[in-house]
């Protein structure tokens, strides 16, 4: 499966970006999906994950309550809803799809795509 990240930007604290994720291939609905993001000069990291069904997701303690992931299993797309945006949350953000759909992997080995990432840049 391919997939390519869209909806970056720039904006200011407090505001709203919402990501795509949109994958080709017809065995979507089997693959669990995360979130990963990259701020300059530091590593990437888990930002939120999602199961095949979207019945499971799971999110890094510093998005609890401000993200959302969800998917579209009949767009073949994933979405990441950031909201109370933080100028620390500014990175390259990046959907990564694991092959077996079960549970929400939080790690970048447990992953076997990736997508090209997309910036966002939240303002002080």
């Known amino acids: 499966v391919q997939q390519q990240a869209s909806g970056g930007g720039l904006v200011q604290a407090g505001g709203s970006l919402r990501l795509s994720c949109a994958a080709s291939?017809?065995?979507?609905?089997?693959?669990?999906m995360g979130w990963f993001r990259q701020a300059p000069g530091k590593e990437r990291e888990f930002v939120a994950a999602?199961?095949?069904?979207?019945?499971?997701?799971y999110y890094t303690d510093s998005v609890k309550g401000r993200f959302t992931i969800s998917r579209d299993n009949a767009k073949n797309t994933v979405y990441l809803q950031m909201n109370s945006l933080k100028p620390e949350d500014t990175a390259v953000y990046y959907c990564?799809?694991?092959?077996?759909?079960?549970?929400?992997?939080?790690?970048?080995?447990?992953?076997?795509?990736w997508g090209q990432g997309t910036q966002v840049t939240v303002s002080s």
């Open positions: 999602i199961n095949w069904s979207g019945g499971s997701t």
């Open positions: 990564a799809a694991r092959a077996g759909g079960w549970g929400t992997p939080r790690h970048i080995y447990e992953y076997d795509y």
């Open positions: 291939g017809r065995t979507f609905s089997s693959y669990a």
